[in-house]
Every structure is written in C-alpha cells, then in structure tokens.
Nanobody, 120 residues
Framework: QVQLVESGGGLVQAGGSLRLSCTASGRTFSRMGWFRQAPGKEREFVAAISRSGGTTYYTDSVKGRFTISRDNVKNTVYLQMNSLKPEDTAVYYC???????????????WGQGTQVTVSS
C-alpha cells in the first residue's frame, strides 16, 4: 500500500524557518513535489524534485527561500523553508507522480497535509 506521510508543520514568526518531511512507503517514486493550499484558494505548486535529486523546480514566489531535497535511502523528501512570510500560510501537501510537474493532476499520490502558519 502506497502512503505519503508528512511532518514538520507548525507556527512560526515571519522571517523564521521550518523543514517539512515526507516519507513514502510502498514504492520509490520518480518525481516528488510539494503543493500548498490556503483557505479559499486553489491548491498551488510549490516545488518538485527528480528521482536523482539533480533537477529541482520551484514556483517563483519561493525561489531563493525554499529548498527541496530528497534522501532515496530513507525514501523521504524535504522542503526547507526559510525567510517565511505570512502569505506562505497554508496546508502543505506532499505528492508523487510522473505527469505535468506544476499541476495537481500530474501527481497520483498525496499525503494528508501539514499546516504551516506564519504570523506577522
């Protein structure tokens, strides 16, 4: 059974940092990504990483602040989030798939989500 389990969310002040983790069980995935969804908004792409970790993708609003990485031995993907802003507040979802990189439909498996709240 395939499962993606996220951890690491929480409450942080603006300018602070958090690291999200997502551990996959059941199989190893080629591409993994992070999406987020704020109240009343659509789920949006944040970052993605290739199987080897050699290629990464970011949405413009997080470039230079967020870093995605993966440990294939642990079957875990990470999202290091620095210089957090109140507009980063959302539920963050881990996803795995091989379709279009920046669209939710490009991913077949999803975690349950973890809340990130950034206070001003």
């Amino acid at each position: 059974q395939v499962q993606l389990v996220e951890s690491g969310g929480g409450l942080v002040q603006a300018g602070g940092s958090l690291r999200l983790s997502c551990t996959a069980s059941g199989r190893t995935f080629s591409r993994m990504g992070w999406f987020r969804q704020a109240p009343g908004k659509e789920r949006e792409f944040v970052a993605a990483i290739s199987r080897s970790g050699g290629t990464t993708y970011y949405t413009d609003s997080v470039k230079g602040r967020f870093t995605i990485s993966r440990d294939n031995v642990k079957n875990t993907v990470y999202l290091q989030m620095n210089s957090l802003k109140p507009e980063d507040t959302a539920v963050y979802y881990c996803a795995a798939g091989s379709g279009y990189i920046e669209a939710p439909l490009g991913y077949d498996y999803w975690g349950q989500g973890t809340q990130v709240t950034v206070s001003s």
